[in-house]
């Protein structure tokens, strides 16, 4: 699990350049989960209460259950209306910090104005091979979560007595969520040693698993329900499970964004299964999911086959095909190759 980059190699150029207050943009990936959100936040707050003048932009909208962290309400959604203004703010800033992703494809459109803006680009990320458009590039695959990185890199600024109880819950729930509860195999020493210190920085953990993990709606535990019972699909041949959602699924259940969040942990939840995928059929194409346990590989199956990415047990991709069916059937005939890594998986 080598990192492509060293992490902090830039550390003290990187210091130099942020001894000036800027003028800056975060953004975290599309549809930002809890440890984009909560990264960008937190490095957010870092930033104006160290002098600088940044603005979050948030490329698409994001769940509800992310709604109570501090600053949310004042991040310029790009798709569907922000688009004039973040192209200013792009264009204006000197500094442009993208955090939990590592590659401008995963900002939509944001990522055209990123690449051809002129201000220097900071990546703090550890998804597997990050591509290299930023400046200072902090890319590291051993960490759980962004959130990890960015305390640290506060840290490292000095800036640990700036870290309030809002910033450490944010901080917090980025670690949460992308270790899955602390139960991942990313979960390290560093994870806890670093969630300790959130603790002794007054982050009510109690409270923040309620945020994240008490926030159904009736729709949603109604629609997993339907999932499990109607959409999943074993291959115990494969020791593969599936869940195929149809556009018309979202309408009936009324989804709103992360409702499907953790659907697909229930397909990997089962005993014998080692590779879980989740397809849905959204507007903008057929969006993959793919979870794993052990030494099965998701993020270079997302690679090769879906045009993803993400880590070694959770990644993502997208369908090159416009049809849920065939997608399917891509997905199911693809898995005789990987026979052998599948069930020798542990
Ligand atoms: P999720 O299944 O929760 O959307 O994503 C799981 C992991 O895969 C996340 O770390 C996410 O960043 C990554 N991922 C999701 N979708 C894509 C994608 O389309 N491309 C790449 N490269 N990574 C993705
Ligand atoms: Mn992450």
Not at 84 to 100: P, W
Not at 231 to 240: G, K, S, W
Request: net charge negative.
């Amino acid at each position: 699990n080598r990192a492509f980059y060293n992490y902090m190699q830039d550390l003290e150029g990187f210091k130099s350049f942020l001894s000036s207050p800027k003028k800056g943009v975060i953004i975290p990936h599309a549809k930002p989960d809890g440890d984009a959100l909560g990264s960008c936040l937190a490095w957010y707050h870092f930033l104006l209460k160290k002098g600088h003048e940044v603005k979050v932009i948030s490329p698409t909208d994001y769940p509800a259950f992310l709604k109570w962290m501090k600053g949310q309400d004042e991040v310029l959604v790009y798709e569907d209306g922000g688009e004039a203004e973040a192209e200013k703010l792009v264009q204006e800033a000197e500094v442009v910090y993208c955090l939990d992703f590592n590659d401008l494809k995963r900002i939509n459109g944001l990522g055209e104005l990123v690449e051809k803006c002129t201000a220097k680009k900071v990546m703090v990320d550890h998804h597997q091979e990050p591509t290299d458009f930023a400046d200072f590039t902090f890319s590291d695959t051993s960490y759980a979560a962004t959130c990890e990185m960015i305390y640290e890199l506060i840290v490292e600024l000095d800036g640990r007595e700036l870290v309030d109880q809002d910033m450490a819950e944010e901080l917090y729930a980025g670690i949460m969520t992308d270790t899955g509860g602390f139960k991942h195999s990313n979960t390290t020493k560093k994870t806890h040693t670093i969630t300790a210190d959130l603790i002794d920085l007054k982050a009510d953990t109690a409270k923040i698993g309620k945020y994240i993990y008490d926030a159904n709606s009736l729709d949603r535990l109604r629609f997993l329900g339907f999932a499990l019972s109607q959409r999943l699909q074993v291959l115990p041949e494969y020791r593969t499970a599936f869940f195929a959602i149809t556009a018309e699924d979202l309408k009936k259940f009324n989804e709103q964004t992360g409702d499907t969040e953790g659907f697909v942990n229930y397909a990997l939840s089962m005993r014998e299964i080692v590779f879980a995928a989740m397809i849905i059929q959204r507007k903008d194409g057929i969006k993959m999911s793919f979870r794993s346990k052990g030494t099965f590989d998701a993020s270079v199956f997302a690679k090769a086959n879906f045009n993803g990415g993400g880590h070694k047990n959770a990644a993502g991709g997208i369908s090159d095909l416009e049809d849920i069916e065939g997608t399917v059937e891509k997905f199911t005939n693809l898995l005789p190759a990987y026979k052998e890594e599948l069930l020798n998986a542990n």
